[in-house]
């Protein structure tokens, strides 16, 4: 069984651009979430989907960030202008949508870098 | 607020040595714990968790206990291996008001063990 995969693993864009991530969840895993690690600091919650709806979005930083998952399957994350703050590693998780053990199966994450 | 607290890094040791990786919390409510694991290449993983307090988790030859009263989750094992090489991050759920699957994580610590 294929596990978490983000495209891309690593992106380097200037500041101003626009960049897209992109996650597969696990099949048929309903829960999809995002997190964010900055430099040296502790991973944070980004965002919950449960299918294609938006659970939670209180972790998102700001309106320059918009998260997508049509239909349920994959999920995107658009950064629209990415600033040099934006700069880290993107994980993307997703867990099963009932009796949720406690694990949340993750990708190896996107890293963006912010010139 | 919620938070998770753990020893900073990096941690260098030669094999067989015992390992403690220091982890405490601050949650509202009573929170499960956990230690995943990011090896070289990889997303994280789940090691062990505990969902309540006195109860231990261990895998793979590491253990933690969740003490309430110290409101810490350390993790430890007897004798690492070079394998163990990873980077190592404490986190907490199931805090009041949170989402299903919303982690809390500390900033890792990345374990070096030497032949």
């Known amino acids: 069984e294929a596990g978490v995969t983000q495209f891309p693993s690593h992106s380097v864009i200037e500041k101003g651009q626009t960049v897209t991530l992109r996650c597969d969840p696990i099949?048929?895993?309903?829960?999809l979430y995002w997190y964010r690690r900055v430099m040296g600091k502790e991973i944070k919650f980004l965002l919950h989907f449960v299918k294609e709806s938006k659970q939670d979005e209180s972790g998102m930083p700001n309106n320059r960030f918009l998260a997508e998952r049509t239909g349920g399957t994959y999920s995107t994350l658009k950064v629209q202008p990415a600033e040099l703050e934006d700069s880290g590693v993107y994980f993307c998780?997703?867990?099963?949508?009932?009796?949720?053990?406690?694990?949340?199966?993750f990708g190896e994450g996107s890293r963006l870098t912010v010139l | 607020g919620n938070s998770v607290t753990q020893m900073e890094g990096p941690v260098t040791l030669s094999e067989e040595a015992f390992l403690t990786i220091n982890c405490t919390y601050t949650a509202t409510g009573y929170p499960s714990l956990f230690w995943y694991v990011q090896y070289p290449g990889e997303g994280l993983q789940l090691l062990l968790k505990?969902?309540?307090?006195?109860d231990k988790g261990s895998n793979k030859g590491f253990e933690a206990t969740y003490r309430k009263e110290t409101t810490s989750f350390h993790l430890e094992k007897g004798s690492v291996q070079v394998s163990d090489s990873a980077v190592y991050f404490c986190?907490?759920?199931?805090?009041?008001?949170?989402?299903?699957?919303?982690?809390?994580f500390g900033r890792g610590t990345q374990l070096t063990v030497w032949p």
């Open positions: 099949s048929g895993h309903d829960n």
């Open positions: 505990a969902t309540k307090a006195d």
């Open positions: 986190a907490l759920s199931g805090v009041r008001g949170s989402t299903l699957g919303r982690l809390y």
């Open positions: 998780a997703s867990s099963q949508g009932t009796g949720w053990s406690g694990e949340l199966f």
